[in-house]
């Protein structure tokens, strides 16, 4: 099993920036492709930005030019730098991750994300 821990959600204004942390645990082995994903009120979860243990990076038309994701994997962390924030971008935020060989997602508990306007 993984264990993922995000932190660093919270209320920011529209416009300004915060930055999400998601530390992977446990049976880390062959961990491969991690990644954010998010989902508003009464709406499904979708793809924020995801990347590989080789850092190739994948992410949504909305958010792009505007966050950026990036992983230290000496510490088995990913991150999501989230500027130019929009009211749109509120959501609860869930850290994801895959292994190698293994068709299994694992997923943080998730961090709310609200912006003001």
């Known amino acids: 099993q993984v264990q993922l821990v995000e932190s660093g959600g919270g209320l920011v204004q529209a416009g300004g920036s915060l930055r999400l942390s998601c530390a992977a645990s446990?049976?880390?082995?062959?961990?491969?492709?991690m990644g954010w994903y998010r989902q508003a009120p009464g709406k499904q979860r979708e793809l924020v930005a995801t990347?590989?243990?080789?850092?190739?990076?994948n992410y949504a038309d909305s958010v792009k030019d505007r966050f950026t994701i990036f992983r230290d994997n000496a510490k088995n962390t990913v991150y999501l730098q989230m500027n130019s924030l929009k009211p749109e971008d509120t959501a609860v935020y869930y850290c994801?991750?895959?292994?190698?060989?293994?068709?299994?997602?694992?997923w943080g508990q998730g961090t709310q994300v609200t912006v003001s306007s």
């Open positions: 446990g049976n880390i082995f062959r961990l491969n492709a």
């Open positions: 994801n991750a895959k292994r190698d060989y293994e068709f299994k997602d694992y």
């Open positions: 990347i590989t243990r080789s850092g190739s990076t």
